[in-house]
């Protein structure tokens, strides 16, 4: 596989936070929990990943000029706080989620932080990109089954210079294929592990 690990600082921690990613990470931290509170309907696949510690490790990849392009896509954007999160440092920003529920409160944070990001309703499993059918069949906790969103973004996979995606435990081997086989080469792709941190890959 074309993919080159990116080796990560282990000092992310000792960067500052701009105060308007602190400002945004408070507001969507808030948001989570009263939605989390209010609402009726769980959303199984639904968890969110440590928004401060994505948040150092974009820092760095920009301090460190490693980002080829301005194009940001998060893979199953959730309550859409990564997503803002590149948008606020001037990427040009999408977020992809398959539940309905999320992306209208996504755009909602959006539009109370006055960002400028878009988020779309559908699947970031390009349709186009062979067959996952072997992959696919240990995946839980992805929808493998809906059509691709690309085509109303206006955009492919192979536009997105940064990728991130949040994957539920021993499945970001699916989301690292689904990757190579879509973006363009130089293309980096985070992910964050829970205690493993976040990991970065770049396609050669
Ligand atoms: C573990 S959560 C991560 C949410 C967010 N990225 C974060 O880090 O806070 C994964 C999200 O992916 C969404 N999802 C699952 N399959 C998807 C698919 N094929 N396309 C888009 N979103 C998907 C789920 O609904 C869920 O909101």
């Known amino acids: 596989m074309p993919l080159e690990p990116v080796l990560v600082t282990d000092s992310l921690r000792q960067i500052p936070h701009t105060a ?5 990470i408070d507001r969507g931290n808030e948001r989570i929990e009263e939605f989390m509170l ?5 959303i199984e696949n639904f968890v969110t990943c440590d928004f401060h510690l994505v948040d150092l490790a974009m820092t760095w990849l920009h301090e460190n000029h490693l980002i080829t392009g301005n194009n940001f896509c998060e893979f199953g954007s959730g309550y859409g706080v990564v997503t803002l999160l590149a948008a606020d440092r001037g990427m040009r920003s999408v977020g992809i989620e398959i539940e309905p529920t999320l992306v209208e409160r996504s755009m909602a944070l959006a539009a109370e932080l006055d960002l400028d990001a878009k988020f779309y309703c559908g699947s970031f499993i390009p349709r186009d990109i062979g067959d996952l059918t072997e ?7 992805v929808d493998t089954h809906q059509g691709d969103i690309y085509k109303e973004i ?3 996979m192979a536009d997105f210079d940064l990728m991130f995606a949040f994957p539920w435990p021993g499945e970001s081997g699916f989301f690292e294929a689904v990757f190579d086989a879509g973006a363009a080469s130089g293309a980096l792709l985070m992910t964050y592990r829970g205690r493993e941190g976040v990991k970065l890959v770049r396609k050669t």
């Open 38 to 42: 209010s609402s009726e309907q769980t």
């Open 135 to 141: 992959l696919a069949a240990d995946i839980e906790h």
């Open 20 to 24: 308007s990613s602190e400002h945004l």
């Open 154 to 156: 206006g955009l492919t």
